[in-house]
């Protein structure tokens, strides 16, 4: 990438880092970083939804029952009020991530369409 791309998306991730969604995760984020187990049974949490998540993508049809399978077994670590509000948070920057590649690709152009069902 060119030196003023770089630039100007280091400006962008910037902007980013100052909005209400990114600050609350980092939040809830430093919260679960003081309490090192319980973080890791997020992460393990975490990890197993995304592995069930990207399977789906992969032709695995049961990806529901597992999430709803995966949500149950650990109904105990998300009625933690700290980590259902770290998840949330979480999903909100993913979701402008996503927001933001969208615009991007519609911008420039960039045909995505092969990717939607």
Known sequence: MNETLTNKTLEFAETLKKSREY???????SFLE????LLERVNNFRKQSFEIQAGHKYGYFNAYENLLKLN???????????????????????????????VFAEAIDFNLDFLED
Not at 23 to 29: E, T
Not at 75 to 99: C, G, M, T, W, Y
């Open 23 to 29: 600050v609350d995760y980092l939040n809830y984020k």
């Open 34 to 37: 003081n309490q090192p187990e």
């Open 72 to 102: 149950e077994e650990h109904e105990d670590l998300l009625n933690e009020p700290i980590v259902r509000s770290f998840l949330n948070a979480e999903l909100e920057v993913s979701k402008i991530i996503n927001q933001i590649h969208n």
